[in-house]
């Protein structure tokens, strides 16, 4: 199984940053999983975003819950994250990742988003 | 909950014994994981559950702990475990990273 990330580098401060997962050699419904966003503001440590369950269930950072949605395309075998109303603050390194309730056990290789006008 | 790490950064040497430390701040049983991270390299799960391997990490890395307080050891370190070692619990509805640990060649 690989996962991809891809979207925008450059997001303007108060859009929406939105990102693709692309989840390759597995499927998205595979039982048990959970797929995550991760990110790694540059030179720190790493934030959990949220997550979406195979179900659609999800569970979002308290701290960023009234920006971040996060949904799933089974068809596509892909998951995405939108985070509204950004700010430099959100300038960072994005993850995505197959969790399955006691580690991340495969990540993308991450994608640098710029929040800059 | 909140997780520290001890210390923040570590100096040691090739062939040393290093142990990392991980304290939460209320009772997470054992789920606990822990992550080694490379400059410009996506964190890659090296114990997961507290004390299980992940399947391809040598066994040099042993972790342990319950509750609160949790440990990474790597026994005898090798010039490729020159890295940032980043805790992580998944008990609460939140999922949290310690700050990580910055081990550096002395």
């Known amino acids: 199984v690989q996962l991809q990330e891809s979207g925008p580098g450059l997001v303007e401060p108060a859009e929406t940053l939105s990102l693709t997962c692309t989840v390759s050699g597995g499927s998205v419904n595979s039982g048990g999983f959970d797929w995550s966003w991760i990110r790694q503001p540059p030179g720190k440590g790493l934030e959990w975003v949220g997550h979406i369950h195979y179900t659609g269930s999800t569970k979002y950072n308290p701290s960023l819950q009234s920006r971040v949605t996060i949904s799933l395309d089974t068809s596509k075998s892909q998951f995405s994250l939108m985070l509204s109303s950004v700010s430099a603050a959100d300038t960072a390194v994005y993850y995505c990742?197959?969790?399955?309730?006691?580690?991340?056990?495969?990540w993308g290789q991450g994608t640098k988003v710029a929040v800059s006008s | 909950i909140q997780l520290t790490q001890s210390p923040s950064s570590l100096s040691a040497s090739v062939g040393d014994r290093v142990t990392i430390t991980c304290r939460a701040s209320?009772?997470?049983?054992?789920?606990l994981a822990w992550y080694q991270q490379k400059p410009g390299r996506a964190p890659k799960l090296l114990i997961y559950a507290a004390s299980t391997l992940q399947s391809g990490v040598p066994s040099r890395f042993s972790g342990s702990g319950s509750g609160t307080d949790f440990t990474l050891t790597i026994s005898s370190l090798q010039p490729e475990d020159f890295a940032t070692y980043y805790c992580?619990?998944?008990?609460?509805?939140?999922?949290?990273f310690g700050q990580g640990t910055r081990l550096e060649i002395k």
């Open positions: 990742a197959r969790g399955y309730g006691i580690g991340f056990d495969i």
């Open positions: 992580q619990q998944l008990n609460s509805y939140s999922i949290t």
């Open positions: 209320q009772g997470i049983s054992n789920y």
